[in-house]
């Protein structure tokens, strides 16, 4: 399984990026995914994670009513839409798979990830 994830850049405050993770293999829609993201010296912490049909999604206290995940099972893809975007929100954004039964917030509960695309929220 690779992962492949995009659409990080910089923004100002308040602006919105759209993250896209695309993933290769032909079970893609069996499985749960997650978004994750890392600041500078910080852990890697859980944003957001979504079921494998998109019925039912978890968040992140800080992001909920900001940021949207989402997937399409024909692209093979899981989306992370980012609205009114805070300096905070600054860090590596990885997408992730857990071959688990329920919707992990752990990163120890997610066995495949991407590469990690940089989102930079300038004040």
């Known amino acids: 399984v690779q992962l492949q994830a995009s659409g990080g850049g910089l923004v100002q405050a308040g602006g919105s990026l759209r993250l896209s993770c695309a993933a290769s293999g032909r079970t893609f829609s069996s499985y749960h995914m997650g978004w994750f993201r890392q600041a500078p010296e910080k852990e890697r912490e859980f944003v957001a994670a979504?079921?494998?049909?998109?019925?039912?999604?978890r968040y992140e206290d800080s992001v909920k009513g900001r940021f949207t995940v989402s997937r399409d099972n024909a692209k093979n893809t899981v989306y992370l839409q980012m609205n009114n975007l805070k300096p905070e929100d600054t860090g590596v954004y990885y997408c992730?798979?857990?071959?688990?039964?329920?919707?992990?917030?752990?990163?120890?509960?997610?066995?495949?990830w991407g590469q990690g695309t940089q989102v930079t929220v300038s004040s």
């Open positions: 979504i079921s494998w049909s998109g019925s039912s999604t």
């Open positions: 992730a798979r857990t071959s688990l039964v329920r919707l992990g917030l752990s990163r120890d509960e997610y066995d495949y």
